[in-house]
């Protein structure tokens, strides 16, 4: 039998050593894994196969809706400059003492379409 010194010692120098060295000394089996806890060979790795796919699915799809943004960006710019081309020849067309219908409606679309290429150029 031994000494609750010499046990306490042993144990303090396999702390220091190793844990395993701990399960030896307390007549556990080393090689059991611990209830509840699960064993080296069952814990996920952190970066497994799923993880990786998930992360390059995520990114794919990121960069699918920034490539989508960006084209509806150009057209919406191009369609600004084609309705603020079309605003420029309404106006040129009237004189001082007429304002045009079509240039009120003009001016509008053109807001409309301005705020909404600038919320897509915020990223919302």
């Known amino acids: 039998m031994r000494s609750p010194f010499k ?20 007549g556990q089996n080393p090689t059991q894994p611990t209830p509840g806890m699960p064993s080296p060979g069952q814990m996920p790795p952190s970066n497994s196969p799923d993880d990786q796919g998930r992360e390059r699915l995520e990114k794919e799809m990121q960069k699918k809706a920034n490539e989508d943004r960006e084209a509806q960006l ?35 679309e053109i807001e409309k379409l301005a705020k909404s290429v600038k919320e897509k150029m915020k990223g919302n």
Do not use: F, H, M
Request: net charge positive; charged share 25%; proline share 2%.
């Open 74 to 108: 150009r057209r919406d710019t191009d369609r600004l400059l084609k309705l603020a081309t079309e605003l420029k020849n309404y106006v040129d067309k009237t004189n001082q003492d007429t304002l045009s219908v079509n240039v009120v409606k003009k001016a509008e």
């Open 7 to 26: 046990l306490g010692l042993a144990l303090l120098l396999c702390l220091a050593i190793s844990p395993s060295c701990l399960s030896q000394v307390a």
